[in-house]
């Protein structure tokens, strides 16, 4: 498999951060778009100052499967054709639920490589896309809030928390909220790698999954999985050595998932362990407010502060 893994001691390329008049484009790899949260996200975005595109296929659905935004082919060719276009500066996932692994493996990452790098955001299901694009590409990327998610459109923090990582990356280099705290004390440094848990579990075994993610700060978050099922997602990663030589771990919320401190003692039985420093909440995933975290670069995790500090903005300057 043709992949460019993250330099040792470094982060990944970093694209250059948005201006107004910039383009960005909205795909759909995953599950099927709601029009009117499409059209408030976009005004959003068009707020900005931004030219927004809309891929052709973000509205399909397709043909059986219910739960896909089209077919995989098309889904594939929207995020394809806006990384090719010179013209683009920023690619926005419209929204999760699944299909990203679906349409991966469709992209002719060989062309992607030789373009320009852009930026990348989304989360959840967008999780593999984000390692993908880490591991083929060597760019780093935006865990964060997509165009049609409810927190973009109806809560303002959100928003703003990504308009200044895209628009003023070196204001949002400290990552924190309210209720971070230390799961496992320490200060650790790393490359910032993750997203969501069940859906980077499905990545083990395959032919383009990192054989650990030694030297990160790994971000973990996940929605909807009770204690049981994170222990199981949790003890996957251990028994596949995806955890060997992690630097520290930021957890993010863990919506729909039970009595946080079932959801804690889980954490702490498993990654307890492991010896290194873990913050607990840190106040990104699938919360009604979420932070925007960058992947792919050089970050200093203090879990007695509770906070998450770029060592390198999000983005690079141009």
């Not at 630097?247 to 290194?276: F, K, T, Y």
């Not at 913050?279 to 970050?299: D, K, M, N, R, Y």
Request: proline content about 8%; hydrophobic content about 40%.
């Amino acid at each position: 498999m043709d992949q460019q893994p993250t330099p040792p001691g470094r982060g990944l390329t970093r694209p250059p951060h948005l201006r107004p008049g910039d383009h960005i484009v909205v795909v759909a790899p995953s599950g099927p778009i709601d029009p009117e949260r499409l059209t408030a996200g976009c005004a959003i975005l068009r707020s900005w100052g931004l030219r927004v595109t809309v891929a052709p296929h973000v509205l399909d659905t397709h043909p059986t499967l219910a739960h896909l935004a089209g077919a995989d082919a098309d889904r594939a060719a929207d995020l394809q054709d806006a990384w090719l276009d010179p013209t683009v500066d920023a690619v926005i996932c419209a929204r999760g639920g699944y299909g990203v692994h679906r349409m991966v493996d469709l992209l002719d990452w060989e062309a992607m490589r030789a373009a320009a790098p852009k930026v990348l955001i989304g989360f959840s299901d967008v999780s593999s896309l984000h390692e993908a694009v880490a591991r083929r590409l060597g760019v780093a990327s935006l865990y964060g809030p997509m165009s049609s998610a409810g927190s973009f459109i109806s809560d303002g923090p959100t928003a703003e928390h990504l308009r200044r990582t895209l628009f003023e990356p070196t204001a949002t280099t400290v990552i924190t909220s309210a209720t971070a705290s230390a799961l496992v004390p320490g200060r650790a440094r790393g490359i910032t790698a993750g997203g969501c848990a069940h859906v980077l579990a499905a990545e083990r075994g395959t032919p383009a999954a990192r054989p650990s993610f030694a030297g990160t700060i790994m971000i973990l978050e996940d929605v909807n999985e009770h204690p049981y099922q994170l222990d199981r997602l949790l003890t996957q990663f251990l028994r596949s050595g995806a955890f060997e030589g992690v630097a520290g771990i930021a957890l993010g919320s863990w919506e729909g998932c039970g009595r946080p401190d079932r959801v804690r003692e889980v954490m702490l039985d498993r990654l307890g362990p492991l010896g290194v420093p873990v913050i607990w909440e840190l106040g990104f995933g699938h919360c009604p407010s979420t932070l925007t975290v960058p992947l792919g670069v050089p970050a200093l995790l203090d879990a007695d502060t509770g906070t998450l500090t770029l060592e390198t903005p999000a983005l690079a300057a141009r």
